[in-house]
């Protein structure tokens, strides 16, 4: 029997509608955006299918089309890490393609997700040709390491209702989600992977956070009503006066993004 295809070997040229929903290319000029556009590949990443793995060269400047994805550290040489989810409109990579290293993190596709990729050297020939996507990638750059600095602060918080609206609101980035809006598909296991919590703490998180109406939950998803909200949650009465609770596993900030 033959080995299954590869995520690399199921690419295809993106379509019109795919490339739409790309942010940066909407920075370049019109000769660099025909270009570039004829540069990316997407390709269908299975549940499980890793697009970054621990000590890969970095090949190309990946996306998010549709889907969900999760950055985590996993080696032998510690317990497993996940640093973030990956949304629709995320691109990531950037600081790793630029010191051109291995990858220091996984990238796994937490559910069938469509997945879009620049090649390493396009990547770098529109560093060396446009000022605009120079100021794109520097505000990508600025922004992931606001989003770190927070998820280091998550990742000390021993209120669970506090870990899952802070870690959700991460995850509604304007900047490096802008393919979110304010409904995020999401279910109660993925979001229990990202945040480190049981599928059931999650339930009673989200129930917690819909009654403070902070988010509603809908049918395959969470629709964020009050952002500003998620993110200055303090943690509840009960913690604050000193309830034990469980240490917290996740999210960290990782070694390079």
Request: glycine fraction near 8%; hydrophobic fraction near 45%.
């Amino acid at each position: 029997m033959s080995a299954p295809a590869t995520l690399r070997d199921r690419a295809r040229p993106a379509q019109a509608a795919e490339l739409a929903g790309i942010p940066w290319l909407a920075v370049l000029d019109p000769p660099q955006r025909a270009h570039a556009a004829a540069m990316v590949v997407v390709a269908e990443a299975e549940v499980g299918d890793l697009l970054c793995r621990i000590g890969r060269p970095a090949t190309f400047w990946f996306g998010v089309i549709d889907g969900l994805l999760k950055m985590s550290s996993d080696t032998e040489h510690g317990a497993p890490i996940t640093f973030t989810g990956v949304p629709p409109g995320a691109w990531f990579g950037e600081g790793t393609l630029l010191k051109r290293e291995s990858y220091r993190y996984n990238i796994e596709a937490l559910r069938k997700s469509l997945v879009a990729g620049l090649p390493i050297e396009s990547f770098h020939e529109l560093l060396e040709t446009s000022l605009s996507f120079n100021r794109y990638v520097l505000n990508q750059i600025n922004e992931r390491l606001g989003q770190f600095i927070a998820a280091r602060e998550i990742d000390r918080m021993t209120d669970p209702d506090t870990r899952v609206a802070r870690s959700l609101a991460s995850l509604f980035h304007p900047v490096l989600y802008p393919g979110v809006g304010s409904l995020l598909r999401i279910t109660q296991n993925e979001l229990g992977y990202l945040v480190g919590l049981s599928r059931q703490r999650v339930n009673q998180a989200l129930g917690a956070l819909q009654a403070q109406q902070l988010i509603r939950i809908e049918y395959g998803g969470v629709r964020v009503l009050d952002l500003a909200g998620l993110q200055r949650r303090l943690v509840s009465a009960p913690q604050a006066a000193g309830r034990p609770a469980a240490a917290p596993s996740a999210p960290a900030a990782p070694p390079g993004a």
